[in-house]
């Protein structure tokens, strides 16, 4: 029996098998027949890995619209990858002395210009991503990655994604999964805001757990609202907390140990960030009806070692170089 003569429901389980990535490799493989590209499109945007180049390709093209109700009724996963601005050879370097002329140029009016009108345009179109998340009924993982800037070396980090572009992100209802590892850039206002605007996140992450079933997480500012639910329960079905304080090996111009830091003003470092995470994380452990792993990591200097504190053992544990969140580790005698 021919392929496209098999019932629908075994169609589809053969293009699942397939998987989303085979027909992203190569677009041509989605316009086999008509009939071939009804169950091709549906499984080519089932996980939808973008970058924001991509991105900006796909609202920039004249199908948009069929594109973006192809994600919204396919979509299950949405894998969001940021690098920040990467075209610093827009403005070309002095020939007498190329590092510090070309600092001061992207440090000068035109070099800011450049990259705060990028910088909008990329939440501009994060945003007209989030409109079709919102719709979609499917999608149930979220993840989102924003990688440092590779500028140039003797500039400093910037920061490129705005708070209300995430916050729109979040306010997303049948996700069971939120990964977020935002180590390359801290939330700032918009432009047109005011400045004084607290720039915390964490509560409408924590708005969340109470549908959550894993949750992932890596920012540069955070604190334990993160993992206070908004109303007390000891049924939640979140089974999997993994938050790492690190900011080590996050980017090649990173060379020492980092770590998050607390929200708004806190005092006391790294140390009380770490004690008050890993507090509330017990707390967190009574109000899962299954927990499976909870942990909160961190590094330990001068050798940049993986550290996690398993809060379902109060133990910690040391992890080897490279080594997921998840893994099991070395129990660290007291």
Not at 17 to 28: A, M, N, T
Not at 75 to 95: A, C, N, R, V, Y
Not at 254 to 270: E, L, V
Request: charge should be negative; glycine fraction near 4%.
């Amino acid at each position: 029996m021919p392929l496209l003569q098999l019932p629908p429901e075994t169609l589809f389980q053969i293009f699942d098998y397939v998987g989303s990535s085979y027909f992203r490799s190569d677009l041509s493989r989605l316009t086999v027949s008509k009939q071939w590209s009804k169950f091709a499109h549906t499984e080519c945007f089932l996980d939808f890995y973008v970058t924001q180049k991509t991105l900006r390709r796909l609202i920039s093209s004249p199908y948009v619209e069929l594109s973006a109700s192809l994600v919204k009724d396919s979509m299950k996963t949405l894998d969001l990858d940021l690098e920040g601005f990467q075209d610093w050879d827009s403005i070309p370097p002095s020939q007498h002395d190329s590092q510090a002329a070309n600092v001061t140029a992207w440090n000068g009016a035109h070099g800011r210009a450049v990259r705060a009108a990028w910088t909008t345009e990329l939440n501009n179109d994060l945003l007209y991503l989030s409109t079709i998340v919102k719709q979609s009924q499917k999608l149930r993982i979220l993840r989102i990655q924003a990688t440092s800037e590779l500028h140039p070396q003797l500039l400093t980090r910037r920061d490129y994604l705005f708070l209300s572009t995430l916050r729109d992100f979040l306010s997303v209802s049948n996700i069971t999964c939120l990964e977020l590892d935002l180590c390359g850039t801290r939330l700032r206002p918009l432009q047109n805001q005011d400045h004084g605007e607290e720039i915390h996140i964490c509560r409408s992450i924590a708005a969340l757990l109470t549908k959550l079933r894993r949750l992932r997480l890596r920012m540069r500012t955070i604190c334990a609202d993160v993992l206070k639910p908004r109303q007390d329960s000891t049924e939640l079905c979140l089974n999997e907390v993994l938050i790492n304080l690190g900011l080590s090996n996050e980017s090649p111009l990173i060379t020492s140990t980092m770590h998050a830091t607390c929200c708004g003003s806190s005092p006391g470092g790294i140390l009380q960030l770490k004690a008050d995470m890993e507090e509330q994380a017990q707390v967190l452990v009574a109000q899962m009806e299954a927990p499976k792993i909870v942990r909160i990591l961190t590094h330990a200097p001068p050798h940049i070692e993986m550290r996690a504190f398993d809060a379902l053992t109060g133990r910690n544990v040391k992890l080897s170089e490279g080594a997921e969140w998840d893994d099991d580790g070395e129990v660290i005698e007291d």
